[in-house]
């Protein structure tokens, strides 16, 4: 990165020289830190912020990384009496903002909202003029434009990267002004290409930097983990070496006391030992017979255990098959959620955790489709009961309410009838209390008519 800085700058600084090498063979002056007029410009770029204090001249913001101009502040210092600078700037989502005065802030900040075009105005001076120009997206540098013109675009949605621009002084002819503009844009574009080129070598090294990078951190993790390997085996080797240490040594002082004992007992005493010793035996023959017949309990309660599983996945594959996957029901439900039943209930199991989950996977898809059944009749309830309310209304409307029928009845069994089609039922169960109400005061106008 540091060698990337330097080689910018030495660019920046092959691009300075050069301008003031063409620009005087036109008679056209860019302003300079020499010259009373300066001009200075700042950009906040999205993910980076504000970049201050770019010389007229210089390029402001970023390139080929698409991040979009925010905002933006241009100063001139030292203007003739009477010259005024002001800029407008279109703003993406709401438009031109202008009248914008010297070294005032246009834009926004924080919102997310791309710089579009923008236009500088510099009146009331004949003796500088103004030149810009914009790095759009998609179209890249776009040319050069003059005091009072739009440089970006507008109702295309695309946002300003960089800008560059210029205070001139208007001591040239035209033909001269625009070859020096001309050879401005071409060595800036020159600038731009090897900045660009440059960025790219960089960035490709820096790529290859962080994949060794990356491999060297991988083989170091490697290698820790091997080391921590190591380290574990060593130590499960001094452990395995110091109990068997300690074994010997207790066996050892076993052997001793019952050498001394020997040697210093009665045949009384040895014959004690002798039973203990046998008691002892019968003591652990009849633990390792208690252990043996644990183990053959556990077994056969893992072997029931298997054998109940067993029998509830068969009962639960003939329910599937019987109740969802026979082809006189399957239509009832999501095909979907039968293939996943199909592929629940084919599960191949051996554990009896396996058999477990498999048992639980299949009562959970057969709720599931249980439960979407459900959900389904109850939306064709709901719908039905709205049709049926939507017509009956209707027939009211028709039959009873219409000008060439209402006068067949009374005017409150139809005041009774209006008010019953009017009430708002917003649930199912509302709705059919209403359809019951309606049809209620449709059969007592009909007996009251008879």
């Known amino acids: 990165m540091r060698v990337k800085k330097v080689y910018i700058k030495m660019l920046v600084t092959m691009f ?13 002056h860019a302003t300079t830190l020499t010259d009373k007029v300066k001009m200075s410009y700042d950009v906040h770029v999205q993910n980076e912020g504000w970049i201050n204090n770019t010389e007229g001249g210089k390029i402001a913001g970023t390139q080929g990384k698409a991040l979009r101009m925010e905002a933006m502040v241009i100063r001139a210092e030292g203007l003739p009496e009477g010259a005024k600078l002001t800029y407008d700037a279109h703003i993406q989502d709401i438009g031109w903002v202008n009248g914008i005065e010297n070294g005032q802030t246009v834009g926004t900040q924080g919102k997310e909202k791309r710089l579009e075009a923008f236009k500088i105005n510099l009146t009331g001076t004949e003796e500088y003029t103004v030149i810009y120009r914009v790095h759009v997206e998609k179209y890249g540098w776009m040319k050069w434009v003059e005091n009072g013109e739009v440089a970006g675009t507008q109702g295309e949605s695309l946002r300003i990267e960089a800008i560059q621009i210029l205070l001139i002084k208007k001591e040239s002819n035209s033909a001269e002004l625009e070859e020096a503009r001309a050879q401005v844009a071409d060595l800036t574009k020159k ?11 960089l960035a490709k090294k820096d790529e290859q930097i962080k994949e060794m990078q990356e491999k060297l951190s991988k083989a170091q993790e490697q290698l820790a983990k091997k080391d921590s390997i190591i380290e574990q085996k060593e130590k499960a080797l001094t452990d395995k070496q110091t109990e068997m240490e300690n074994a010997i040594a207790e066996k050892e002082q076993e052997l001793a006391e019952k050498q001394k004992i020997i040697e210093n007992a009665t045949a009384e005493k040895e014959a004690a030992i002798q039973e203990a010793i046998k008691d002892l035996n019968n003591k652990l023959k009849a633990s390792e017979e208690a252990l043996q017949k644990e183990t053959q309990r556990a077994e056969v309660a893992e072997k029931a255990h298997e054998e109940y599983l067993t029998k509830r996945i068969s009962e639960l594959k003939k329910k599937a098959e019987e109740e969802f996957l026979a082809e006189e029901v399957r239509g009832q439900y999501e095909s979907t959620d039968l293939r996943q039943l199909g592929v629940d209930i084919n599960m191949t199991t051996g554990t009896n955790e396996q058999k477990e989950n498999q048992i639980k996977h299949i009562e959970d898809q057969m709720f599931k489709i249980l439960k979407k059944l459900i959900a389904n009749k109850d939306e064709k309830i709901k719908k039905y009961v709205e049709y049926k309310l939507e017509n009956l209304k209707k027939e009211v409307q028709e039959k009873y309410l219409s000008e060439e029928e209402k006068d067949k009845y009374e005017d409150s069994s139809l005041r009774n009838l209006g008010v019953a089609i009017n009430v708002t039922a917003s649930t199912t169960e509302a709705k059919e209390e209403q359809i019951k109400l309606i049809e209620d005061r449709i059969n007592k106008m009909q007996l009251k008519q008879q």
């Open 16 to 28: 300075a020289l050069a301008m003031i090498c063409i620009l005087p063979t036109a008679n056209v």
């Open 191 to 201: 600038l731009a290409d090897k900045e660009a080129q440059t960025n790219d070598e």
